[in-house]
């Protein structure tokens, strides 16, 4: 871990909780946590032709959860979800734990999940390009996985490589302080002995793609 990394992550961190501050503000609690909830069964249906059980009586975690995580609509199952920036969430009025009694909510960041063997699935979304240090994340994340278990990520991924490069020299995009391309982030979950079951694009925009990302641990 650098110091340069360190720093954006820093800065990043502070604006994501604004950013959430300010996207929330103006929503009506009962109609956002309903559409969310949708938005992820959604999901949630788009990734269960590539996995093999039904997602009953799991043990799942949510990785960078946010407010507003996977982890609403996976009642039934034991979860737990993780996020550095939960106590500052509690003060949002979109954020209501003690309505999610199947949740097991810890403050930490992924690089500091200690778990092993642990989870049937991992789902990592819109969480690994906000991380300090990405591969103490997927060596965190991998570890914590049962064999045989899931690990769904979601990112935006850069299509041009040109544009990667400038991302990555000049924050363009301070909130994400990873900025890759989608074989960059498949390999990291590759030569930590995962298989790619399938790349889903959910998302096309200007500069990136944003994929779901199914792999198995062997």
Not at 67 to 88: Q, S
Not at 96 to 109: G, H
Not at 173 to 186: F, I, K, R
Request: proline residues 3%; aromatic residues 14%.
């Amino acid at each position: 871990m650098n110091d340069t990394a360190t720093w954006k992550w820093k800065i990043a961190q502070t604006l994501e909780y604004k950013w959430w501050q300010n996207y929330l503000k103006n929503k009506d609690t009962e109609e956002y946590i309903s559409w969310k909830c949708l938005y992820w069964n959604k999901l949630l249906q788009a990734i269960s032709e590539y996995t093999d059980t039904p997602l009953e009586e799991k043990y799942i975690m949510d990785a960078g959860c946010g407010p507003a995580g996977v982890f609403m609509v996976l009642k039934g199952n034991f979860v737990t979800a993780i996020d550095p920036l939960l106590d500052k969430y509690k003060t949002l009025k979109h954020f209501n734990p003690e309505k999610c009694t199947w949740v097991d909510f810890r403050n930490i960041a992924i690089e500091a999940l200690t778990d092993e063997n642990k989870y049937d699935y991992i789902f990592c979304l819109n969480a690994i390009n906000h991380v300090n240090d990405i591969e103490c994340c997927y060596d965190n994340l991998v570890k914590a996985l049962k064999p045989n278990g899931y690990l769904i990520v979601s990112t935006d991924a850069h299509r041009s490589n040109i544009l990667k490069k400038i991302f990555q020299i000049i924050p363009g995009d301070v909130l994400h302080p990873v900025q890759l391309n989608l074989s960059e982030y498949n390999e990291q979950l590759t030569r930590r002995g995962l298989t790619i079951v399938k790349d889903i694009l959910y998302k096309r925009e200007a500069i990136f793609d944003y994929y779901i990302t199914i792999a198995q641990k062997q």
